[in-house]
């Protein structure tokens, strides 16, 4: 039988979603806590692949499991896994649903705080930046649903059989005093770093290094016209994926909280 697990993580102690020989990752722990709990080898296969240090707000697995579950396996689950991994909800699933190929939207929500808060240091991603121009961002950002190929704003383009993402949305939100603001986008898939690197671009246009034209260009011509460094994992989440036989809402409360701010 396959089942769904609803979940989400905290990125920063692990070396991304994905199981890689030599270090932690957030499917190694859960293959590896699943089995125990099953006594029977138990792999997984998880909707997307999370960077080192992304977060999760909401993120899906599938497990094909032949054994009768008779136990509360979400509460021995969640009694089992490290602190920053939650289980909301386990659903039996009806024929052989993918996790990861059925998905079709992906919302993230990259956050970003200007002013120094050691609260925020591992939810939110520090830029000591002074006068952005939020208005050439937000002009920057209503481009992104217009375009289709992003092969400009990928670390390796030719490793994929096409660069085209359909953007679905894509906003800049910005709080009240100005020091702290989020960047939203949705599209049915995403290219490696393809977030972080338009992240980069919208902080090299908000301190006036990249113009709204230059920005464009990119899009049209699928060069990149400047260079520029990923932003920081930090602070990037992947907070929505709907299925068209699943669409259920995040359980975790600090996106839910900051995202519900009167950000304008």
């Given at each position: 039988?396959?089942?769904?697990?609803?979940?989400?993580?905290?990125?920063?102690?692990?070396?991304?979603?994905?199981?890689?020989?030599?270090?932690?990752?957030?499917?190694?722990?859960?293959?590896?806590?699943?089995?125990?709990?099953l006594?029977?080898?138990?792999?997984?296969?998880?909707c997307?692949?999370?960077?080192?240090?992304?977060?999760?707000?909401?993120?899906?697995?599938?497990?094909?499991?032949e054994k009768?579950?008779?136990?509360?396996?979400?509460?021995?689950?969640?009694?089992?896994?490290?602190?920053?991994?939650?289980?909301?909800?386990?659903?039996?699933?009806?024929?052989?649903?993918?996790?990861?190929?059925?998905?079709?939207?992906?919302?993230?929500?990259?956050?970003?705080?200007?002013?120094?808060?050691?609260?925020?240091?591992?939810?939110?991603s520090?830029?000591?930046?002074?006068?952005?121009?939020?208005?050439?961002?937000?002009?920057?950002?209503?481009?992104l649903?217009?375009?289709?190929?992003?092969?400009?704003?990928?670390?390796?383009p030719?490793?994929?059989?096409?660069?085209?993402?359909?953007?679905?949305?894509?906003?800049?939100?910005?709080?009240?005093?100005?020091?702290?603001?989020?960047?939203?986008?949705?599209?049915?898939?995403?290219?490696?770093?393809?977030?972080?690197?338009?992240?980069?671009?919208?902080?090299?246009?908000?301190?006036?290094?990249?113009?709204?034209?230059?920005?464009?260009?990119?899009?049209?011509?699928?060069?990149p016209?400047?260079?520029?460094?990923?932003?920081?994992?930090?602070?990037l989440?992947?907070?929505?994926?709907?299925?068209?036989?699943?669409?259920?809402?995040?359980?975790?409360?600090?996106?839910?909280?900051?995202?519900?701010?009167?950000?304008?």
């Open positions: 039988m396959r089942y769904f697990f609803h979940i989400a993580y905290q990125g920063q102690y692990y070396s991304g979603w994905q199981k890689q020989p030599g270090v932690k990752s957030v499917q190694e722990v859960i293959e590896q806590t699943l089995s125990k709990i006594k029977s080898p138990i792999a997984i296969n998880g997307g692949r999370t960077d080192a240090h992304v977060h999760a707000s909401q993120f899906f697995f599938h497990a094909d499991i009768e579950i008779d136990f509360d396996l979400l509460y021995i689950l969640n009694k089992a896994l490290p602190y920053n991994i939650a289980v909301f909800d386990i659903i039996k699933m009806e024929g052989k649903p993918h996790a990861r190929f059925d998905a079709v939207q992906r919302k993230y929500d990259y956050f970003v705080h200007t002013c120094k808060d050691p609260f925020l240091s591992t939810q939110s520090f830029y000591q930046l002074n006068n952005l121009d939020f208005d050439k961002m937000k002009a920057v950002v209503e481009l649903p217009q375009y289709k190929d992003y092969r400009a704003f990928c670390t390796h030719d490793k994929y059989e096409h660069t085209i993402c359909n953007v679905m949305e894509a906003r800049l939100l910005v709080n009240p005093a100005g020091n702290r603001f989020r960047f939203h986008i949705a599209s049915n898939r995403f290219l490696g770093k393809m977030i972080r690197i338009i992240m980069g671009k919208l902080l090299m246009v908000g301190k006036g290094e990249l113009s709204l034209d230059e920005f464009e260009s990119e899009l049209i011509s699928l060069k016209s400047k260079l520029s460094l990923p932003a920081h994992p930090t602070g989440y992947l907070s929505k994926v709907t299925y068209p036989y699943l669409n259920l809402e995040p359980r975790t409360e600090f996106i839910q909280s900051i995202q519900e701010t009167d950000w304008i």
